[in-house]
């Protein structure tokens, strides 16, 4: 069984950025989309971002263009997601999450992180 | 893209069915036969149990299915066990190739 392993939890000022790393612990990494979906303390999952490896770019949800990038190391197997100009309202568990089967954007996250809390305070 | 909208509870005694709604909209759940749902308890990751509309990962129980009519997909959890206790999430494909998640439905069992 696949796992996914993120980096350990943040504190950040805002105004400033956070990247976050993702690294499957098996399985073929360029043939798989990785996502990234935040959730705020008592909120529900919110979409931000995906990339396919093998391509190099990402795809983002309206809100966060601009503000996130989506990237995966080839080299280390390692996916990341950068978001910058935090502020309050970013303080958040992010997972990364293996989209199912392959290499397509129809295919849901499947596979989640454990989560990374970033926590955006002065 | 508009978060898709789903009932902030529902409840159910053991053994009885639920069932939750996902509404959406001509660009996502309308469009596409791309929905799944997840399960979520606290402090843990969510758990994928449904995708394309109605088909069940390996190893999640078949006391979980899905089925969609137009703009709404639906999640019935049949026989309710304690452990279905959870807040579920569904999601859609959209046709600005992204992914939207409904508000979440928390799940009681009386």
């Known amino acids: 069984q696949v796992h996914l392993v993120q980096s350990g939890a943040e504190v950040k000022k805002p105004g400033s950025s956070v990247k976050v790393s993702c690294k499957p612990s098996g399985g073929a990494f360029n043939s798989y989309v990785f996502y990234w979906v935040r959730q705020a303390p008592g909120q529900g999952l919110e979409w931000m971002g995906g990339?396919?490896?093998?391509?190099?770019?990402?795809i983002y949800a309206q809100k966060f263009q601009g503000r996130v990038t989506v990237s995966a190391d080839e080299s280390t197997s390692t996916g990341y997601m950068e978001l910058n100009s935090l502020t309050f309202e970013d303080t958040a568990v992010y997972y990364c999450?293996?989209?199912?089967?392959?290499?397509?954007?129809?295919?849901?996250?499947?596979?989640w992180g454990q989560g990374t809390l970033v926590t955006v305070s002065s | 893209q508009s978060a898709l909208t789903q009932p902030a509870s529902v409840s159910g005694s053991p053994g009885q069915s639920i069932t939750i709604s996902c509404t959406g909209s001509n660009s996502d759940i309308g469009h596409y036969d791309y929905v799944s749902w997840y399960q979520q308890h606290p402090g843990e990751a969510p758990r994928f149990i449904i995708y394309d509309v109605n088909e069940r990962p390996s190893g999640v129980s078949n006391r979980f299915s899905g089925s969609k009519s137009g703009n709404t997909a639906s999640l019935t959890i049949s026989g309710l066990q304690a452990e279905d206790e959870a807040d579920y999430y569904c999601s859609s494909f959209t046709t600005t190739s992204t992914w939207v998640f409904g508000g979440g439905t928390k799940v009681t069992v009386l």
């Open positions: 999450a293996r989209g199912k089967d392959g290499g397509s954007y129809y295919n849901p996250p499947d596979i």
């Open positions: 990339i396919m490896p093998i391509f190099g770019t990402g």
